[in-house]
Structure formats: structure tokens, C-alpha cells
């Protein structure tokens, strides 16, 4: 049983481009979260998919875009890259949403942005 | 102020020592809590759940005062392979389940 997967693992782009990241959840999970980890930082919540829909969204401006997929997997698009942007970005994937179900994460993309 | 606050660390302990790390979070309407263990350059994995009558799992124990807002983790006999990121995490709401994380804390057991 394949765990949560992420690609690219690791990326650089320069400043002002766009990125897309790509995550496919564990087997029989719906719902997908996205996570920023800043070095040195615990991970920041992006924004949540259910069904297709951005449920739940942090802190993030709208250059941070996502979407879902009718098979549960999930992108992450954020444009105008910022050096700021660099970071750890983590998917996470669970089943329904609730609040006390576990969420498994992927090993993450590593962006750099130059 | 952060919604979830930490001591970063680091936490330097020799081998079979006993170590607490303590987290507040700012939120009063947080429904779950959680230890995570992040490995360097790995992704968070879950150590346990935290609950108000308590949590033991072999030589970690997990503690949750809701009137002071205070999770604790406390760790028994120090092993080296305990040496990890350990991440603090809150739940508001019951429709998702949006992590809030602290910075973690950073704990390095020396031989």
C-alpha cells in the first residue's frame, strides 16, 4: 500500500516564475492538505481539498492556488515566485476531514526559489 | 503571539536521561492535539495523540490541561534514536482538520 507521494521532490526556479507541485494521498484517503515548512519553522497550513473543493485555507496570499482531482490526488500552483517562497512544501492526506483523523504526509517538494 | 508556542531548543541530554517538552496554544475552541516526530529533511509522522486523562505509549506519555491550555510530552530513557524535531500540533474545528504546528523542538540525546 503505497503511502502519500509527492514530485517533483526537489526544485529550483528564479524569481517571479510559477511552480506546480503534485501530490497523490494514501490508499482510501479523500481529502488533501497542503503544508509550507519555512527552515527552522513547524509546517504552515496552506489550504484543505475535499471533494474536488478548497475547504479550509490559512494564511496565504492568492498566488498560492490548488485543485483536486476526481481520483483524490492534488496540485499546488503558486505564481509570482517570491525568494520568500522557499521552503519545504508538504501534502497530506486523510479520510473525511475530521479533525481527530490522522494525517500521513509525503516527503515533500523542496523548493528553492534563486 | 503564535497560536501554538515552543521551546525550539535544542535539547542536549545523554542516554537514558528523562526529557519534557511543554507547548501552550492560544486557542480555547482547540479540539485535538497531537505529538508529531520529524526527522532532518524528513516529513512530520504522528508520535501520538493527546488527551486530557492522558496518553502513555511505552516510554513516551502525553499530557493535556485544557483549563491552563498546556500539552505536555514527556520521554523516558533516552535512546539515541530519539534524537528528532518533535512538533507540538492543535486542531480547531470538526468539518477539517487544519494542523496547527509549533516551531517544534529540537532534542539531540548524546552518547
Known amino acids: 500500500d503505497a503511502g502519500v507521494t509527492q514530485s517533483p521532490t526537489h526544485l529550483i526556479k528564479t524569481r517571479g516564475q510559477q511552480v506546480t507541485l503534485r501530490c497523490s494521498p494514501k490508499s482510501g484517503h479523500d481529502t488533501v492538505s497542503w503544508y509550507q515548512q519555512a527552515l527552522g519553522q513547524g509546517p504552515q497550513f496552506i489550504f484543505q481539498?475535499?471533494?474536488?473543493?478548497?475547504?479550509q485555507r490559512g494564511n496565504f496570499p492568492d498566488r498560492f492556488s490548488g485543485h483536486q482531482f476526481p481520483n483524490y490526488s492534488s496540485e499546488l500552483n503558486v505564481n509570482a515566485l517570491l525568494l520568500g517562497d522557499s521552503a519545504l512544501y508538504l501534502c497530506?492526506?486523510?479520510?473525511?476531514?475530521?479533525?481527530?483523523?490522522?494525517?500521513?504526509f509525503g516527503p515533500g517538494t523542496r523548493l528553492t526559489v534563486l | 503571539r503564535k497560536e501554538v508556542e515552543q521551546d525550539p531548543g535544542p535539547f542536549n541530554v545523554p542516554e537514558g536521561a528523562t526529557v519534557a517538552f511543554n507547548c501552550t496554544y492560544s486557542n480555547s475552541a482547540s479540539q485535538s492535539f497531537f505529538w508529531y516526530r520529524q526527522d532532518c529533511r524528513k516529513e512530520p509522522k504522528l508520535l501520538m495523540s493527546v488527551y486530557s486523562s492522558g496518553n502513555e505509549d511505552g516510554r513516551f506519555t502525553a499530557q493535556l490541561n485544557r483549563a491552563s491550555q498546556y500539552i505536555s510530552l514527556l520521554i523516558r530513557d533516552s535512546k539515541l534514536s530519539d534524537s528528532a524535531t518533535y512538533l507540538c500540533?492543535?486542531?480547531?474545528?470538526?468539518?477539517?482538520?487544519?494542523?496547527?504546528f509549533g516551531t517544534g523542538t529540537l532534542l539531540a540525546v548524546q552518547p
Open positions: 481539498y475535499y471533494e474536488e473543493e478548497e475547504r
Open positions: 500540533v492543535a486542531v480547531y474545528g470538526g468539518a477539517t482538520n487544519k494542523l496547527i
Open positions: 497530506a492526506s486523510s479520510f473525511g476531514g475530521a479533525g481527530y483523523n490522522e494525517q500521513f
